[in-house]
């Protein structure tokens, strides 16, 4: 029987296979594709061979690797409750998702510097002329979710959500590759975007898809405009991003944060101004 040397380092035919189910091409056939055998009964199979290749923490999940019905439902899976701890204090916006920083800095006059050596507009990111004044001096913080990622996506803030809006684009892998070599991949692929708002600041989390038609969903979990740090807005279907905007004069990064470095869901990435003097 052929035994599979999925840890080598050139690569295998099972790490051949997640690669085109991660990283596949613009063509929206293809990808439709990709997306109907990941959630195919026989794909089920792939489970174990999955969490060999990417190395998952599988006690971290929810359910056993073998209670999920196709790779699709592992690859979005939930987490036990506890897994991720919520940073308690009431001025610390938190990471949405568990990633890598691949952009970071402030926005200058409307324009998101240097992101992989490519820039982009609010206006293009947005498409919503009036909400992306408020954004136009702000912050940004660019995650890339690796297939190994926990692929669900949380409220950094608590507040009230005050617009959603989706945004129709194409699927361009948004890995190492794609946002060096493609033109403006995070404001030409399909986006859904969520603003939250409290009392003292206001967030766009703008969540980019890549692979799969319907790569991008909505929490189910999500039943009112109200939500708490932590709480669940939305997961991804394999490959994926997540811009995260802050309105401007009213934030700033935790030190020493910079570009590289990998992030839990949970975890601060910045404080609210409004509580600067009593840090």
């Known amino acids: 029987m052929l035994k599979l040397d999925i840890t080598g380092e050139?690569?295998?035919l099972m790490k051949t296979i997640f690669r085109l189910l991660t990283q596949l091409s613009s063509r929206r056939s293809i990808s439709y594709l990709?997306?109907?055998?990941?959630k195919s009964k026989w794909s089920k199979r792939w489970i174990p061979h999955f969490i060999k290749v990417y190395r998952i923490n599988v006690e971290e999940a929810e359910k056993r690797p073998e209670e999920y019905p196709h790779l699709n439902a592992f690859f979005t899976r939930r987490l036990k409750e506890g897994v991720r701890p919520i940073h308690p204090e009431p001025d610390t916006v938190v990471s949405p998702v568990d990633a890598i920083v691949t952009g970071i800095g402030e926005i200058r006059e409307g324009t998101i510097?240097?992101?992989?050596?490519?820039?982009?507009t609010l206006a293009e990111m947005l498409q919503d002329t009036?909400?992306?004044?408020?954004?136009?001096?702000g912050y940004y913080l660019v995650l890339y979710l690796s297939p190994t990622d926990y692929h669900r996506i949380h409220a950094p803030i608590s507040g009230e959500i005050i617009h959603t809006r989706s945004i129709k684009g194409k699927v361009?892998?948004?890995?190492?590759?794609?946002?060096?070599?493609?033109?403006?991949?995070?404001?030409?692929?399909?986006?859904?975007?969520t603003y939250l708002q409290n009392e003292y600041t206001e967030v766009a989390i703008?969540?980019?898809g890549a692979m799969n038609v319907a790569s991008i969903q909505w929490s189910e979990r999500l039943q009112s405009k109200r939500v708490e740090k932590g709480d669940e807005l939305a997961y991804f279907e394999f490959g994926s991003t997540v811009v995260l905007l802050i309105r401007e004069e009213s934030f700033q990064f935790i030190h020493g944060l910079t570009e590289g470095d990998r992030v839990k869901m949970g975890e601060p990435v910045g404080r609210m101004v409004m509580y600067k003097d009593l840090l």
């Open 130 to 137: 009036e909400r992306e004044k408020k954004y136009r001096n």
């Open 206 to 208: 703008v969540k980019v």
């Open 10 to 12: 050139k690569g295998t």
């Open 172 to 193: 361009y892998p948004v890995n190492r590759f794609g946002m060096q070599h493609m033109k403006r991949v995070l404001s030409r692929n399909r986006r859904l975007i």
């Open 113 to 120: 510097l240097n992101v992989k050596g490519q820039r982009y």
């Open 34 to 38: 990709a997306g109907r055998l990941a």
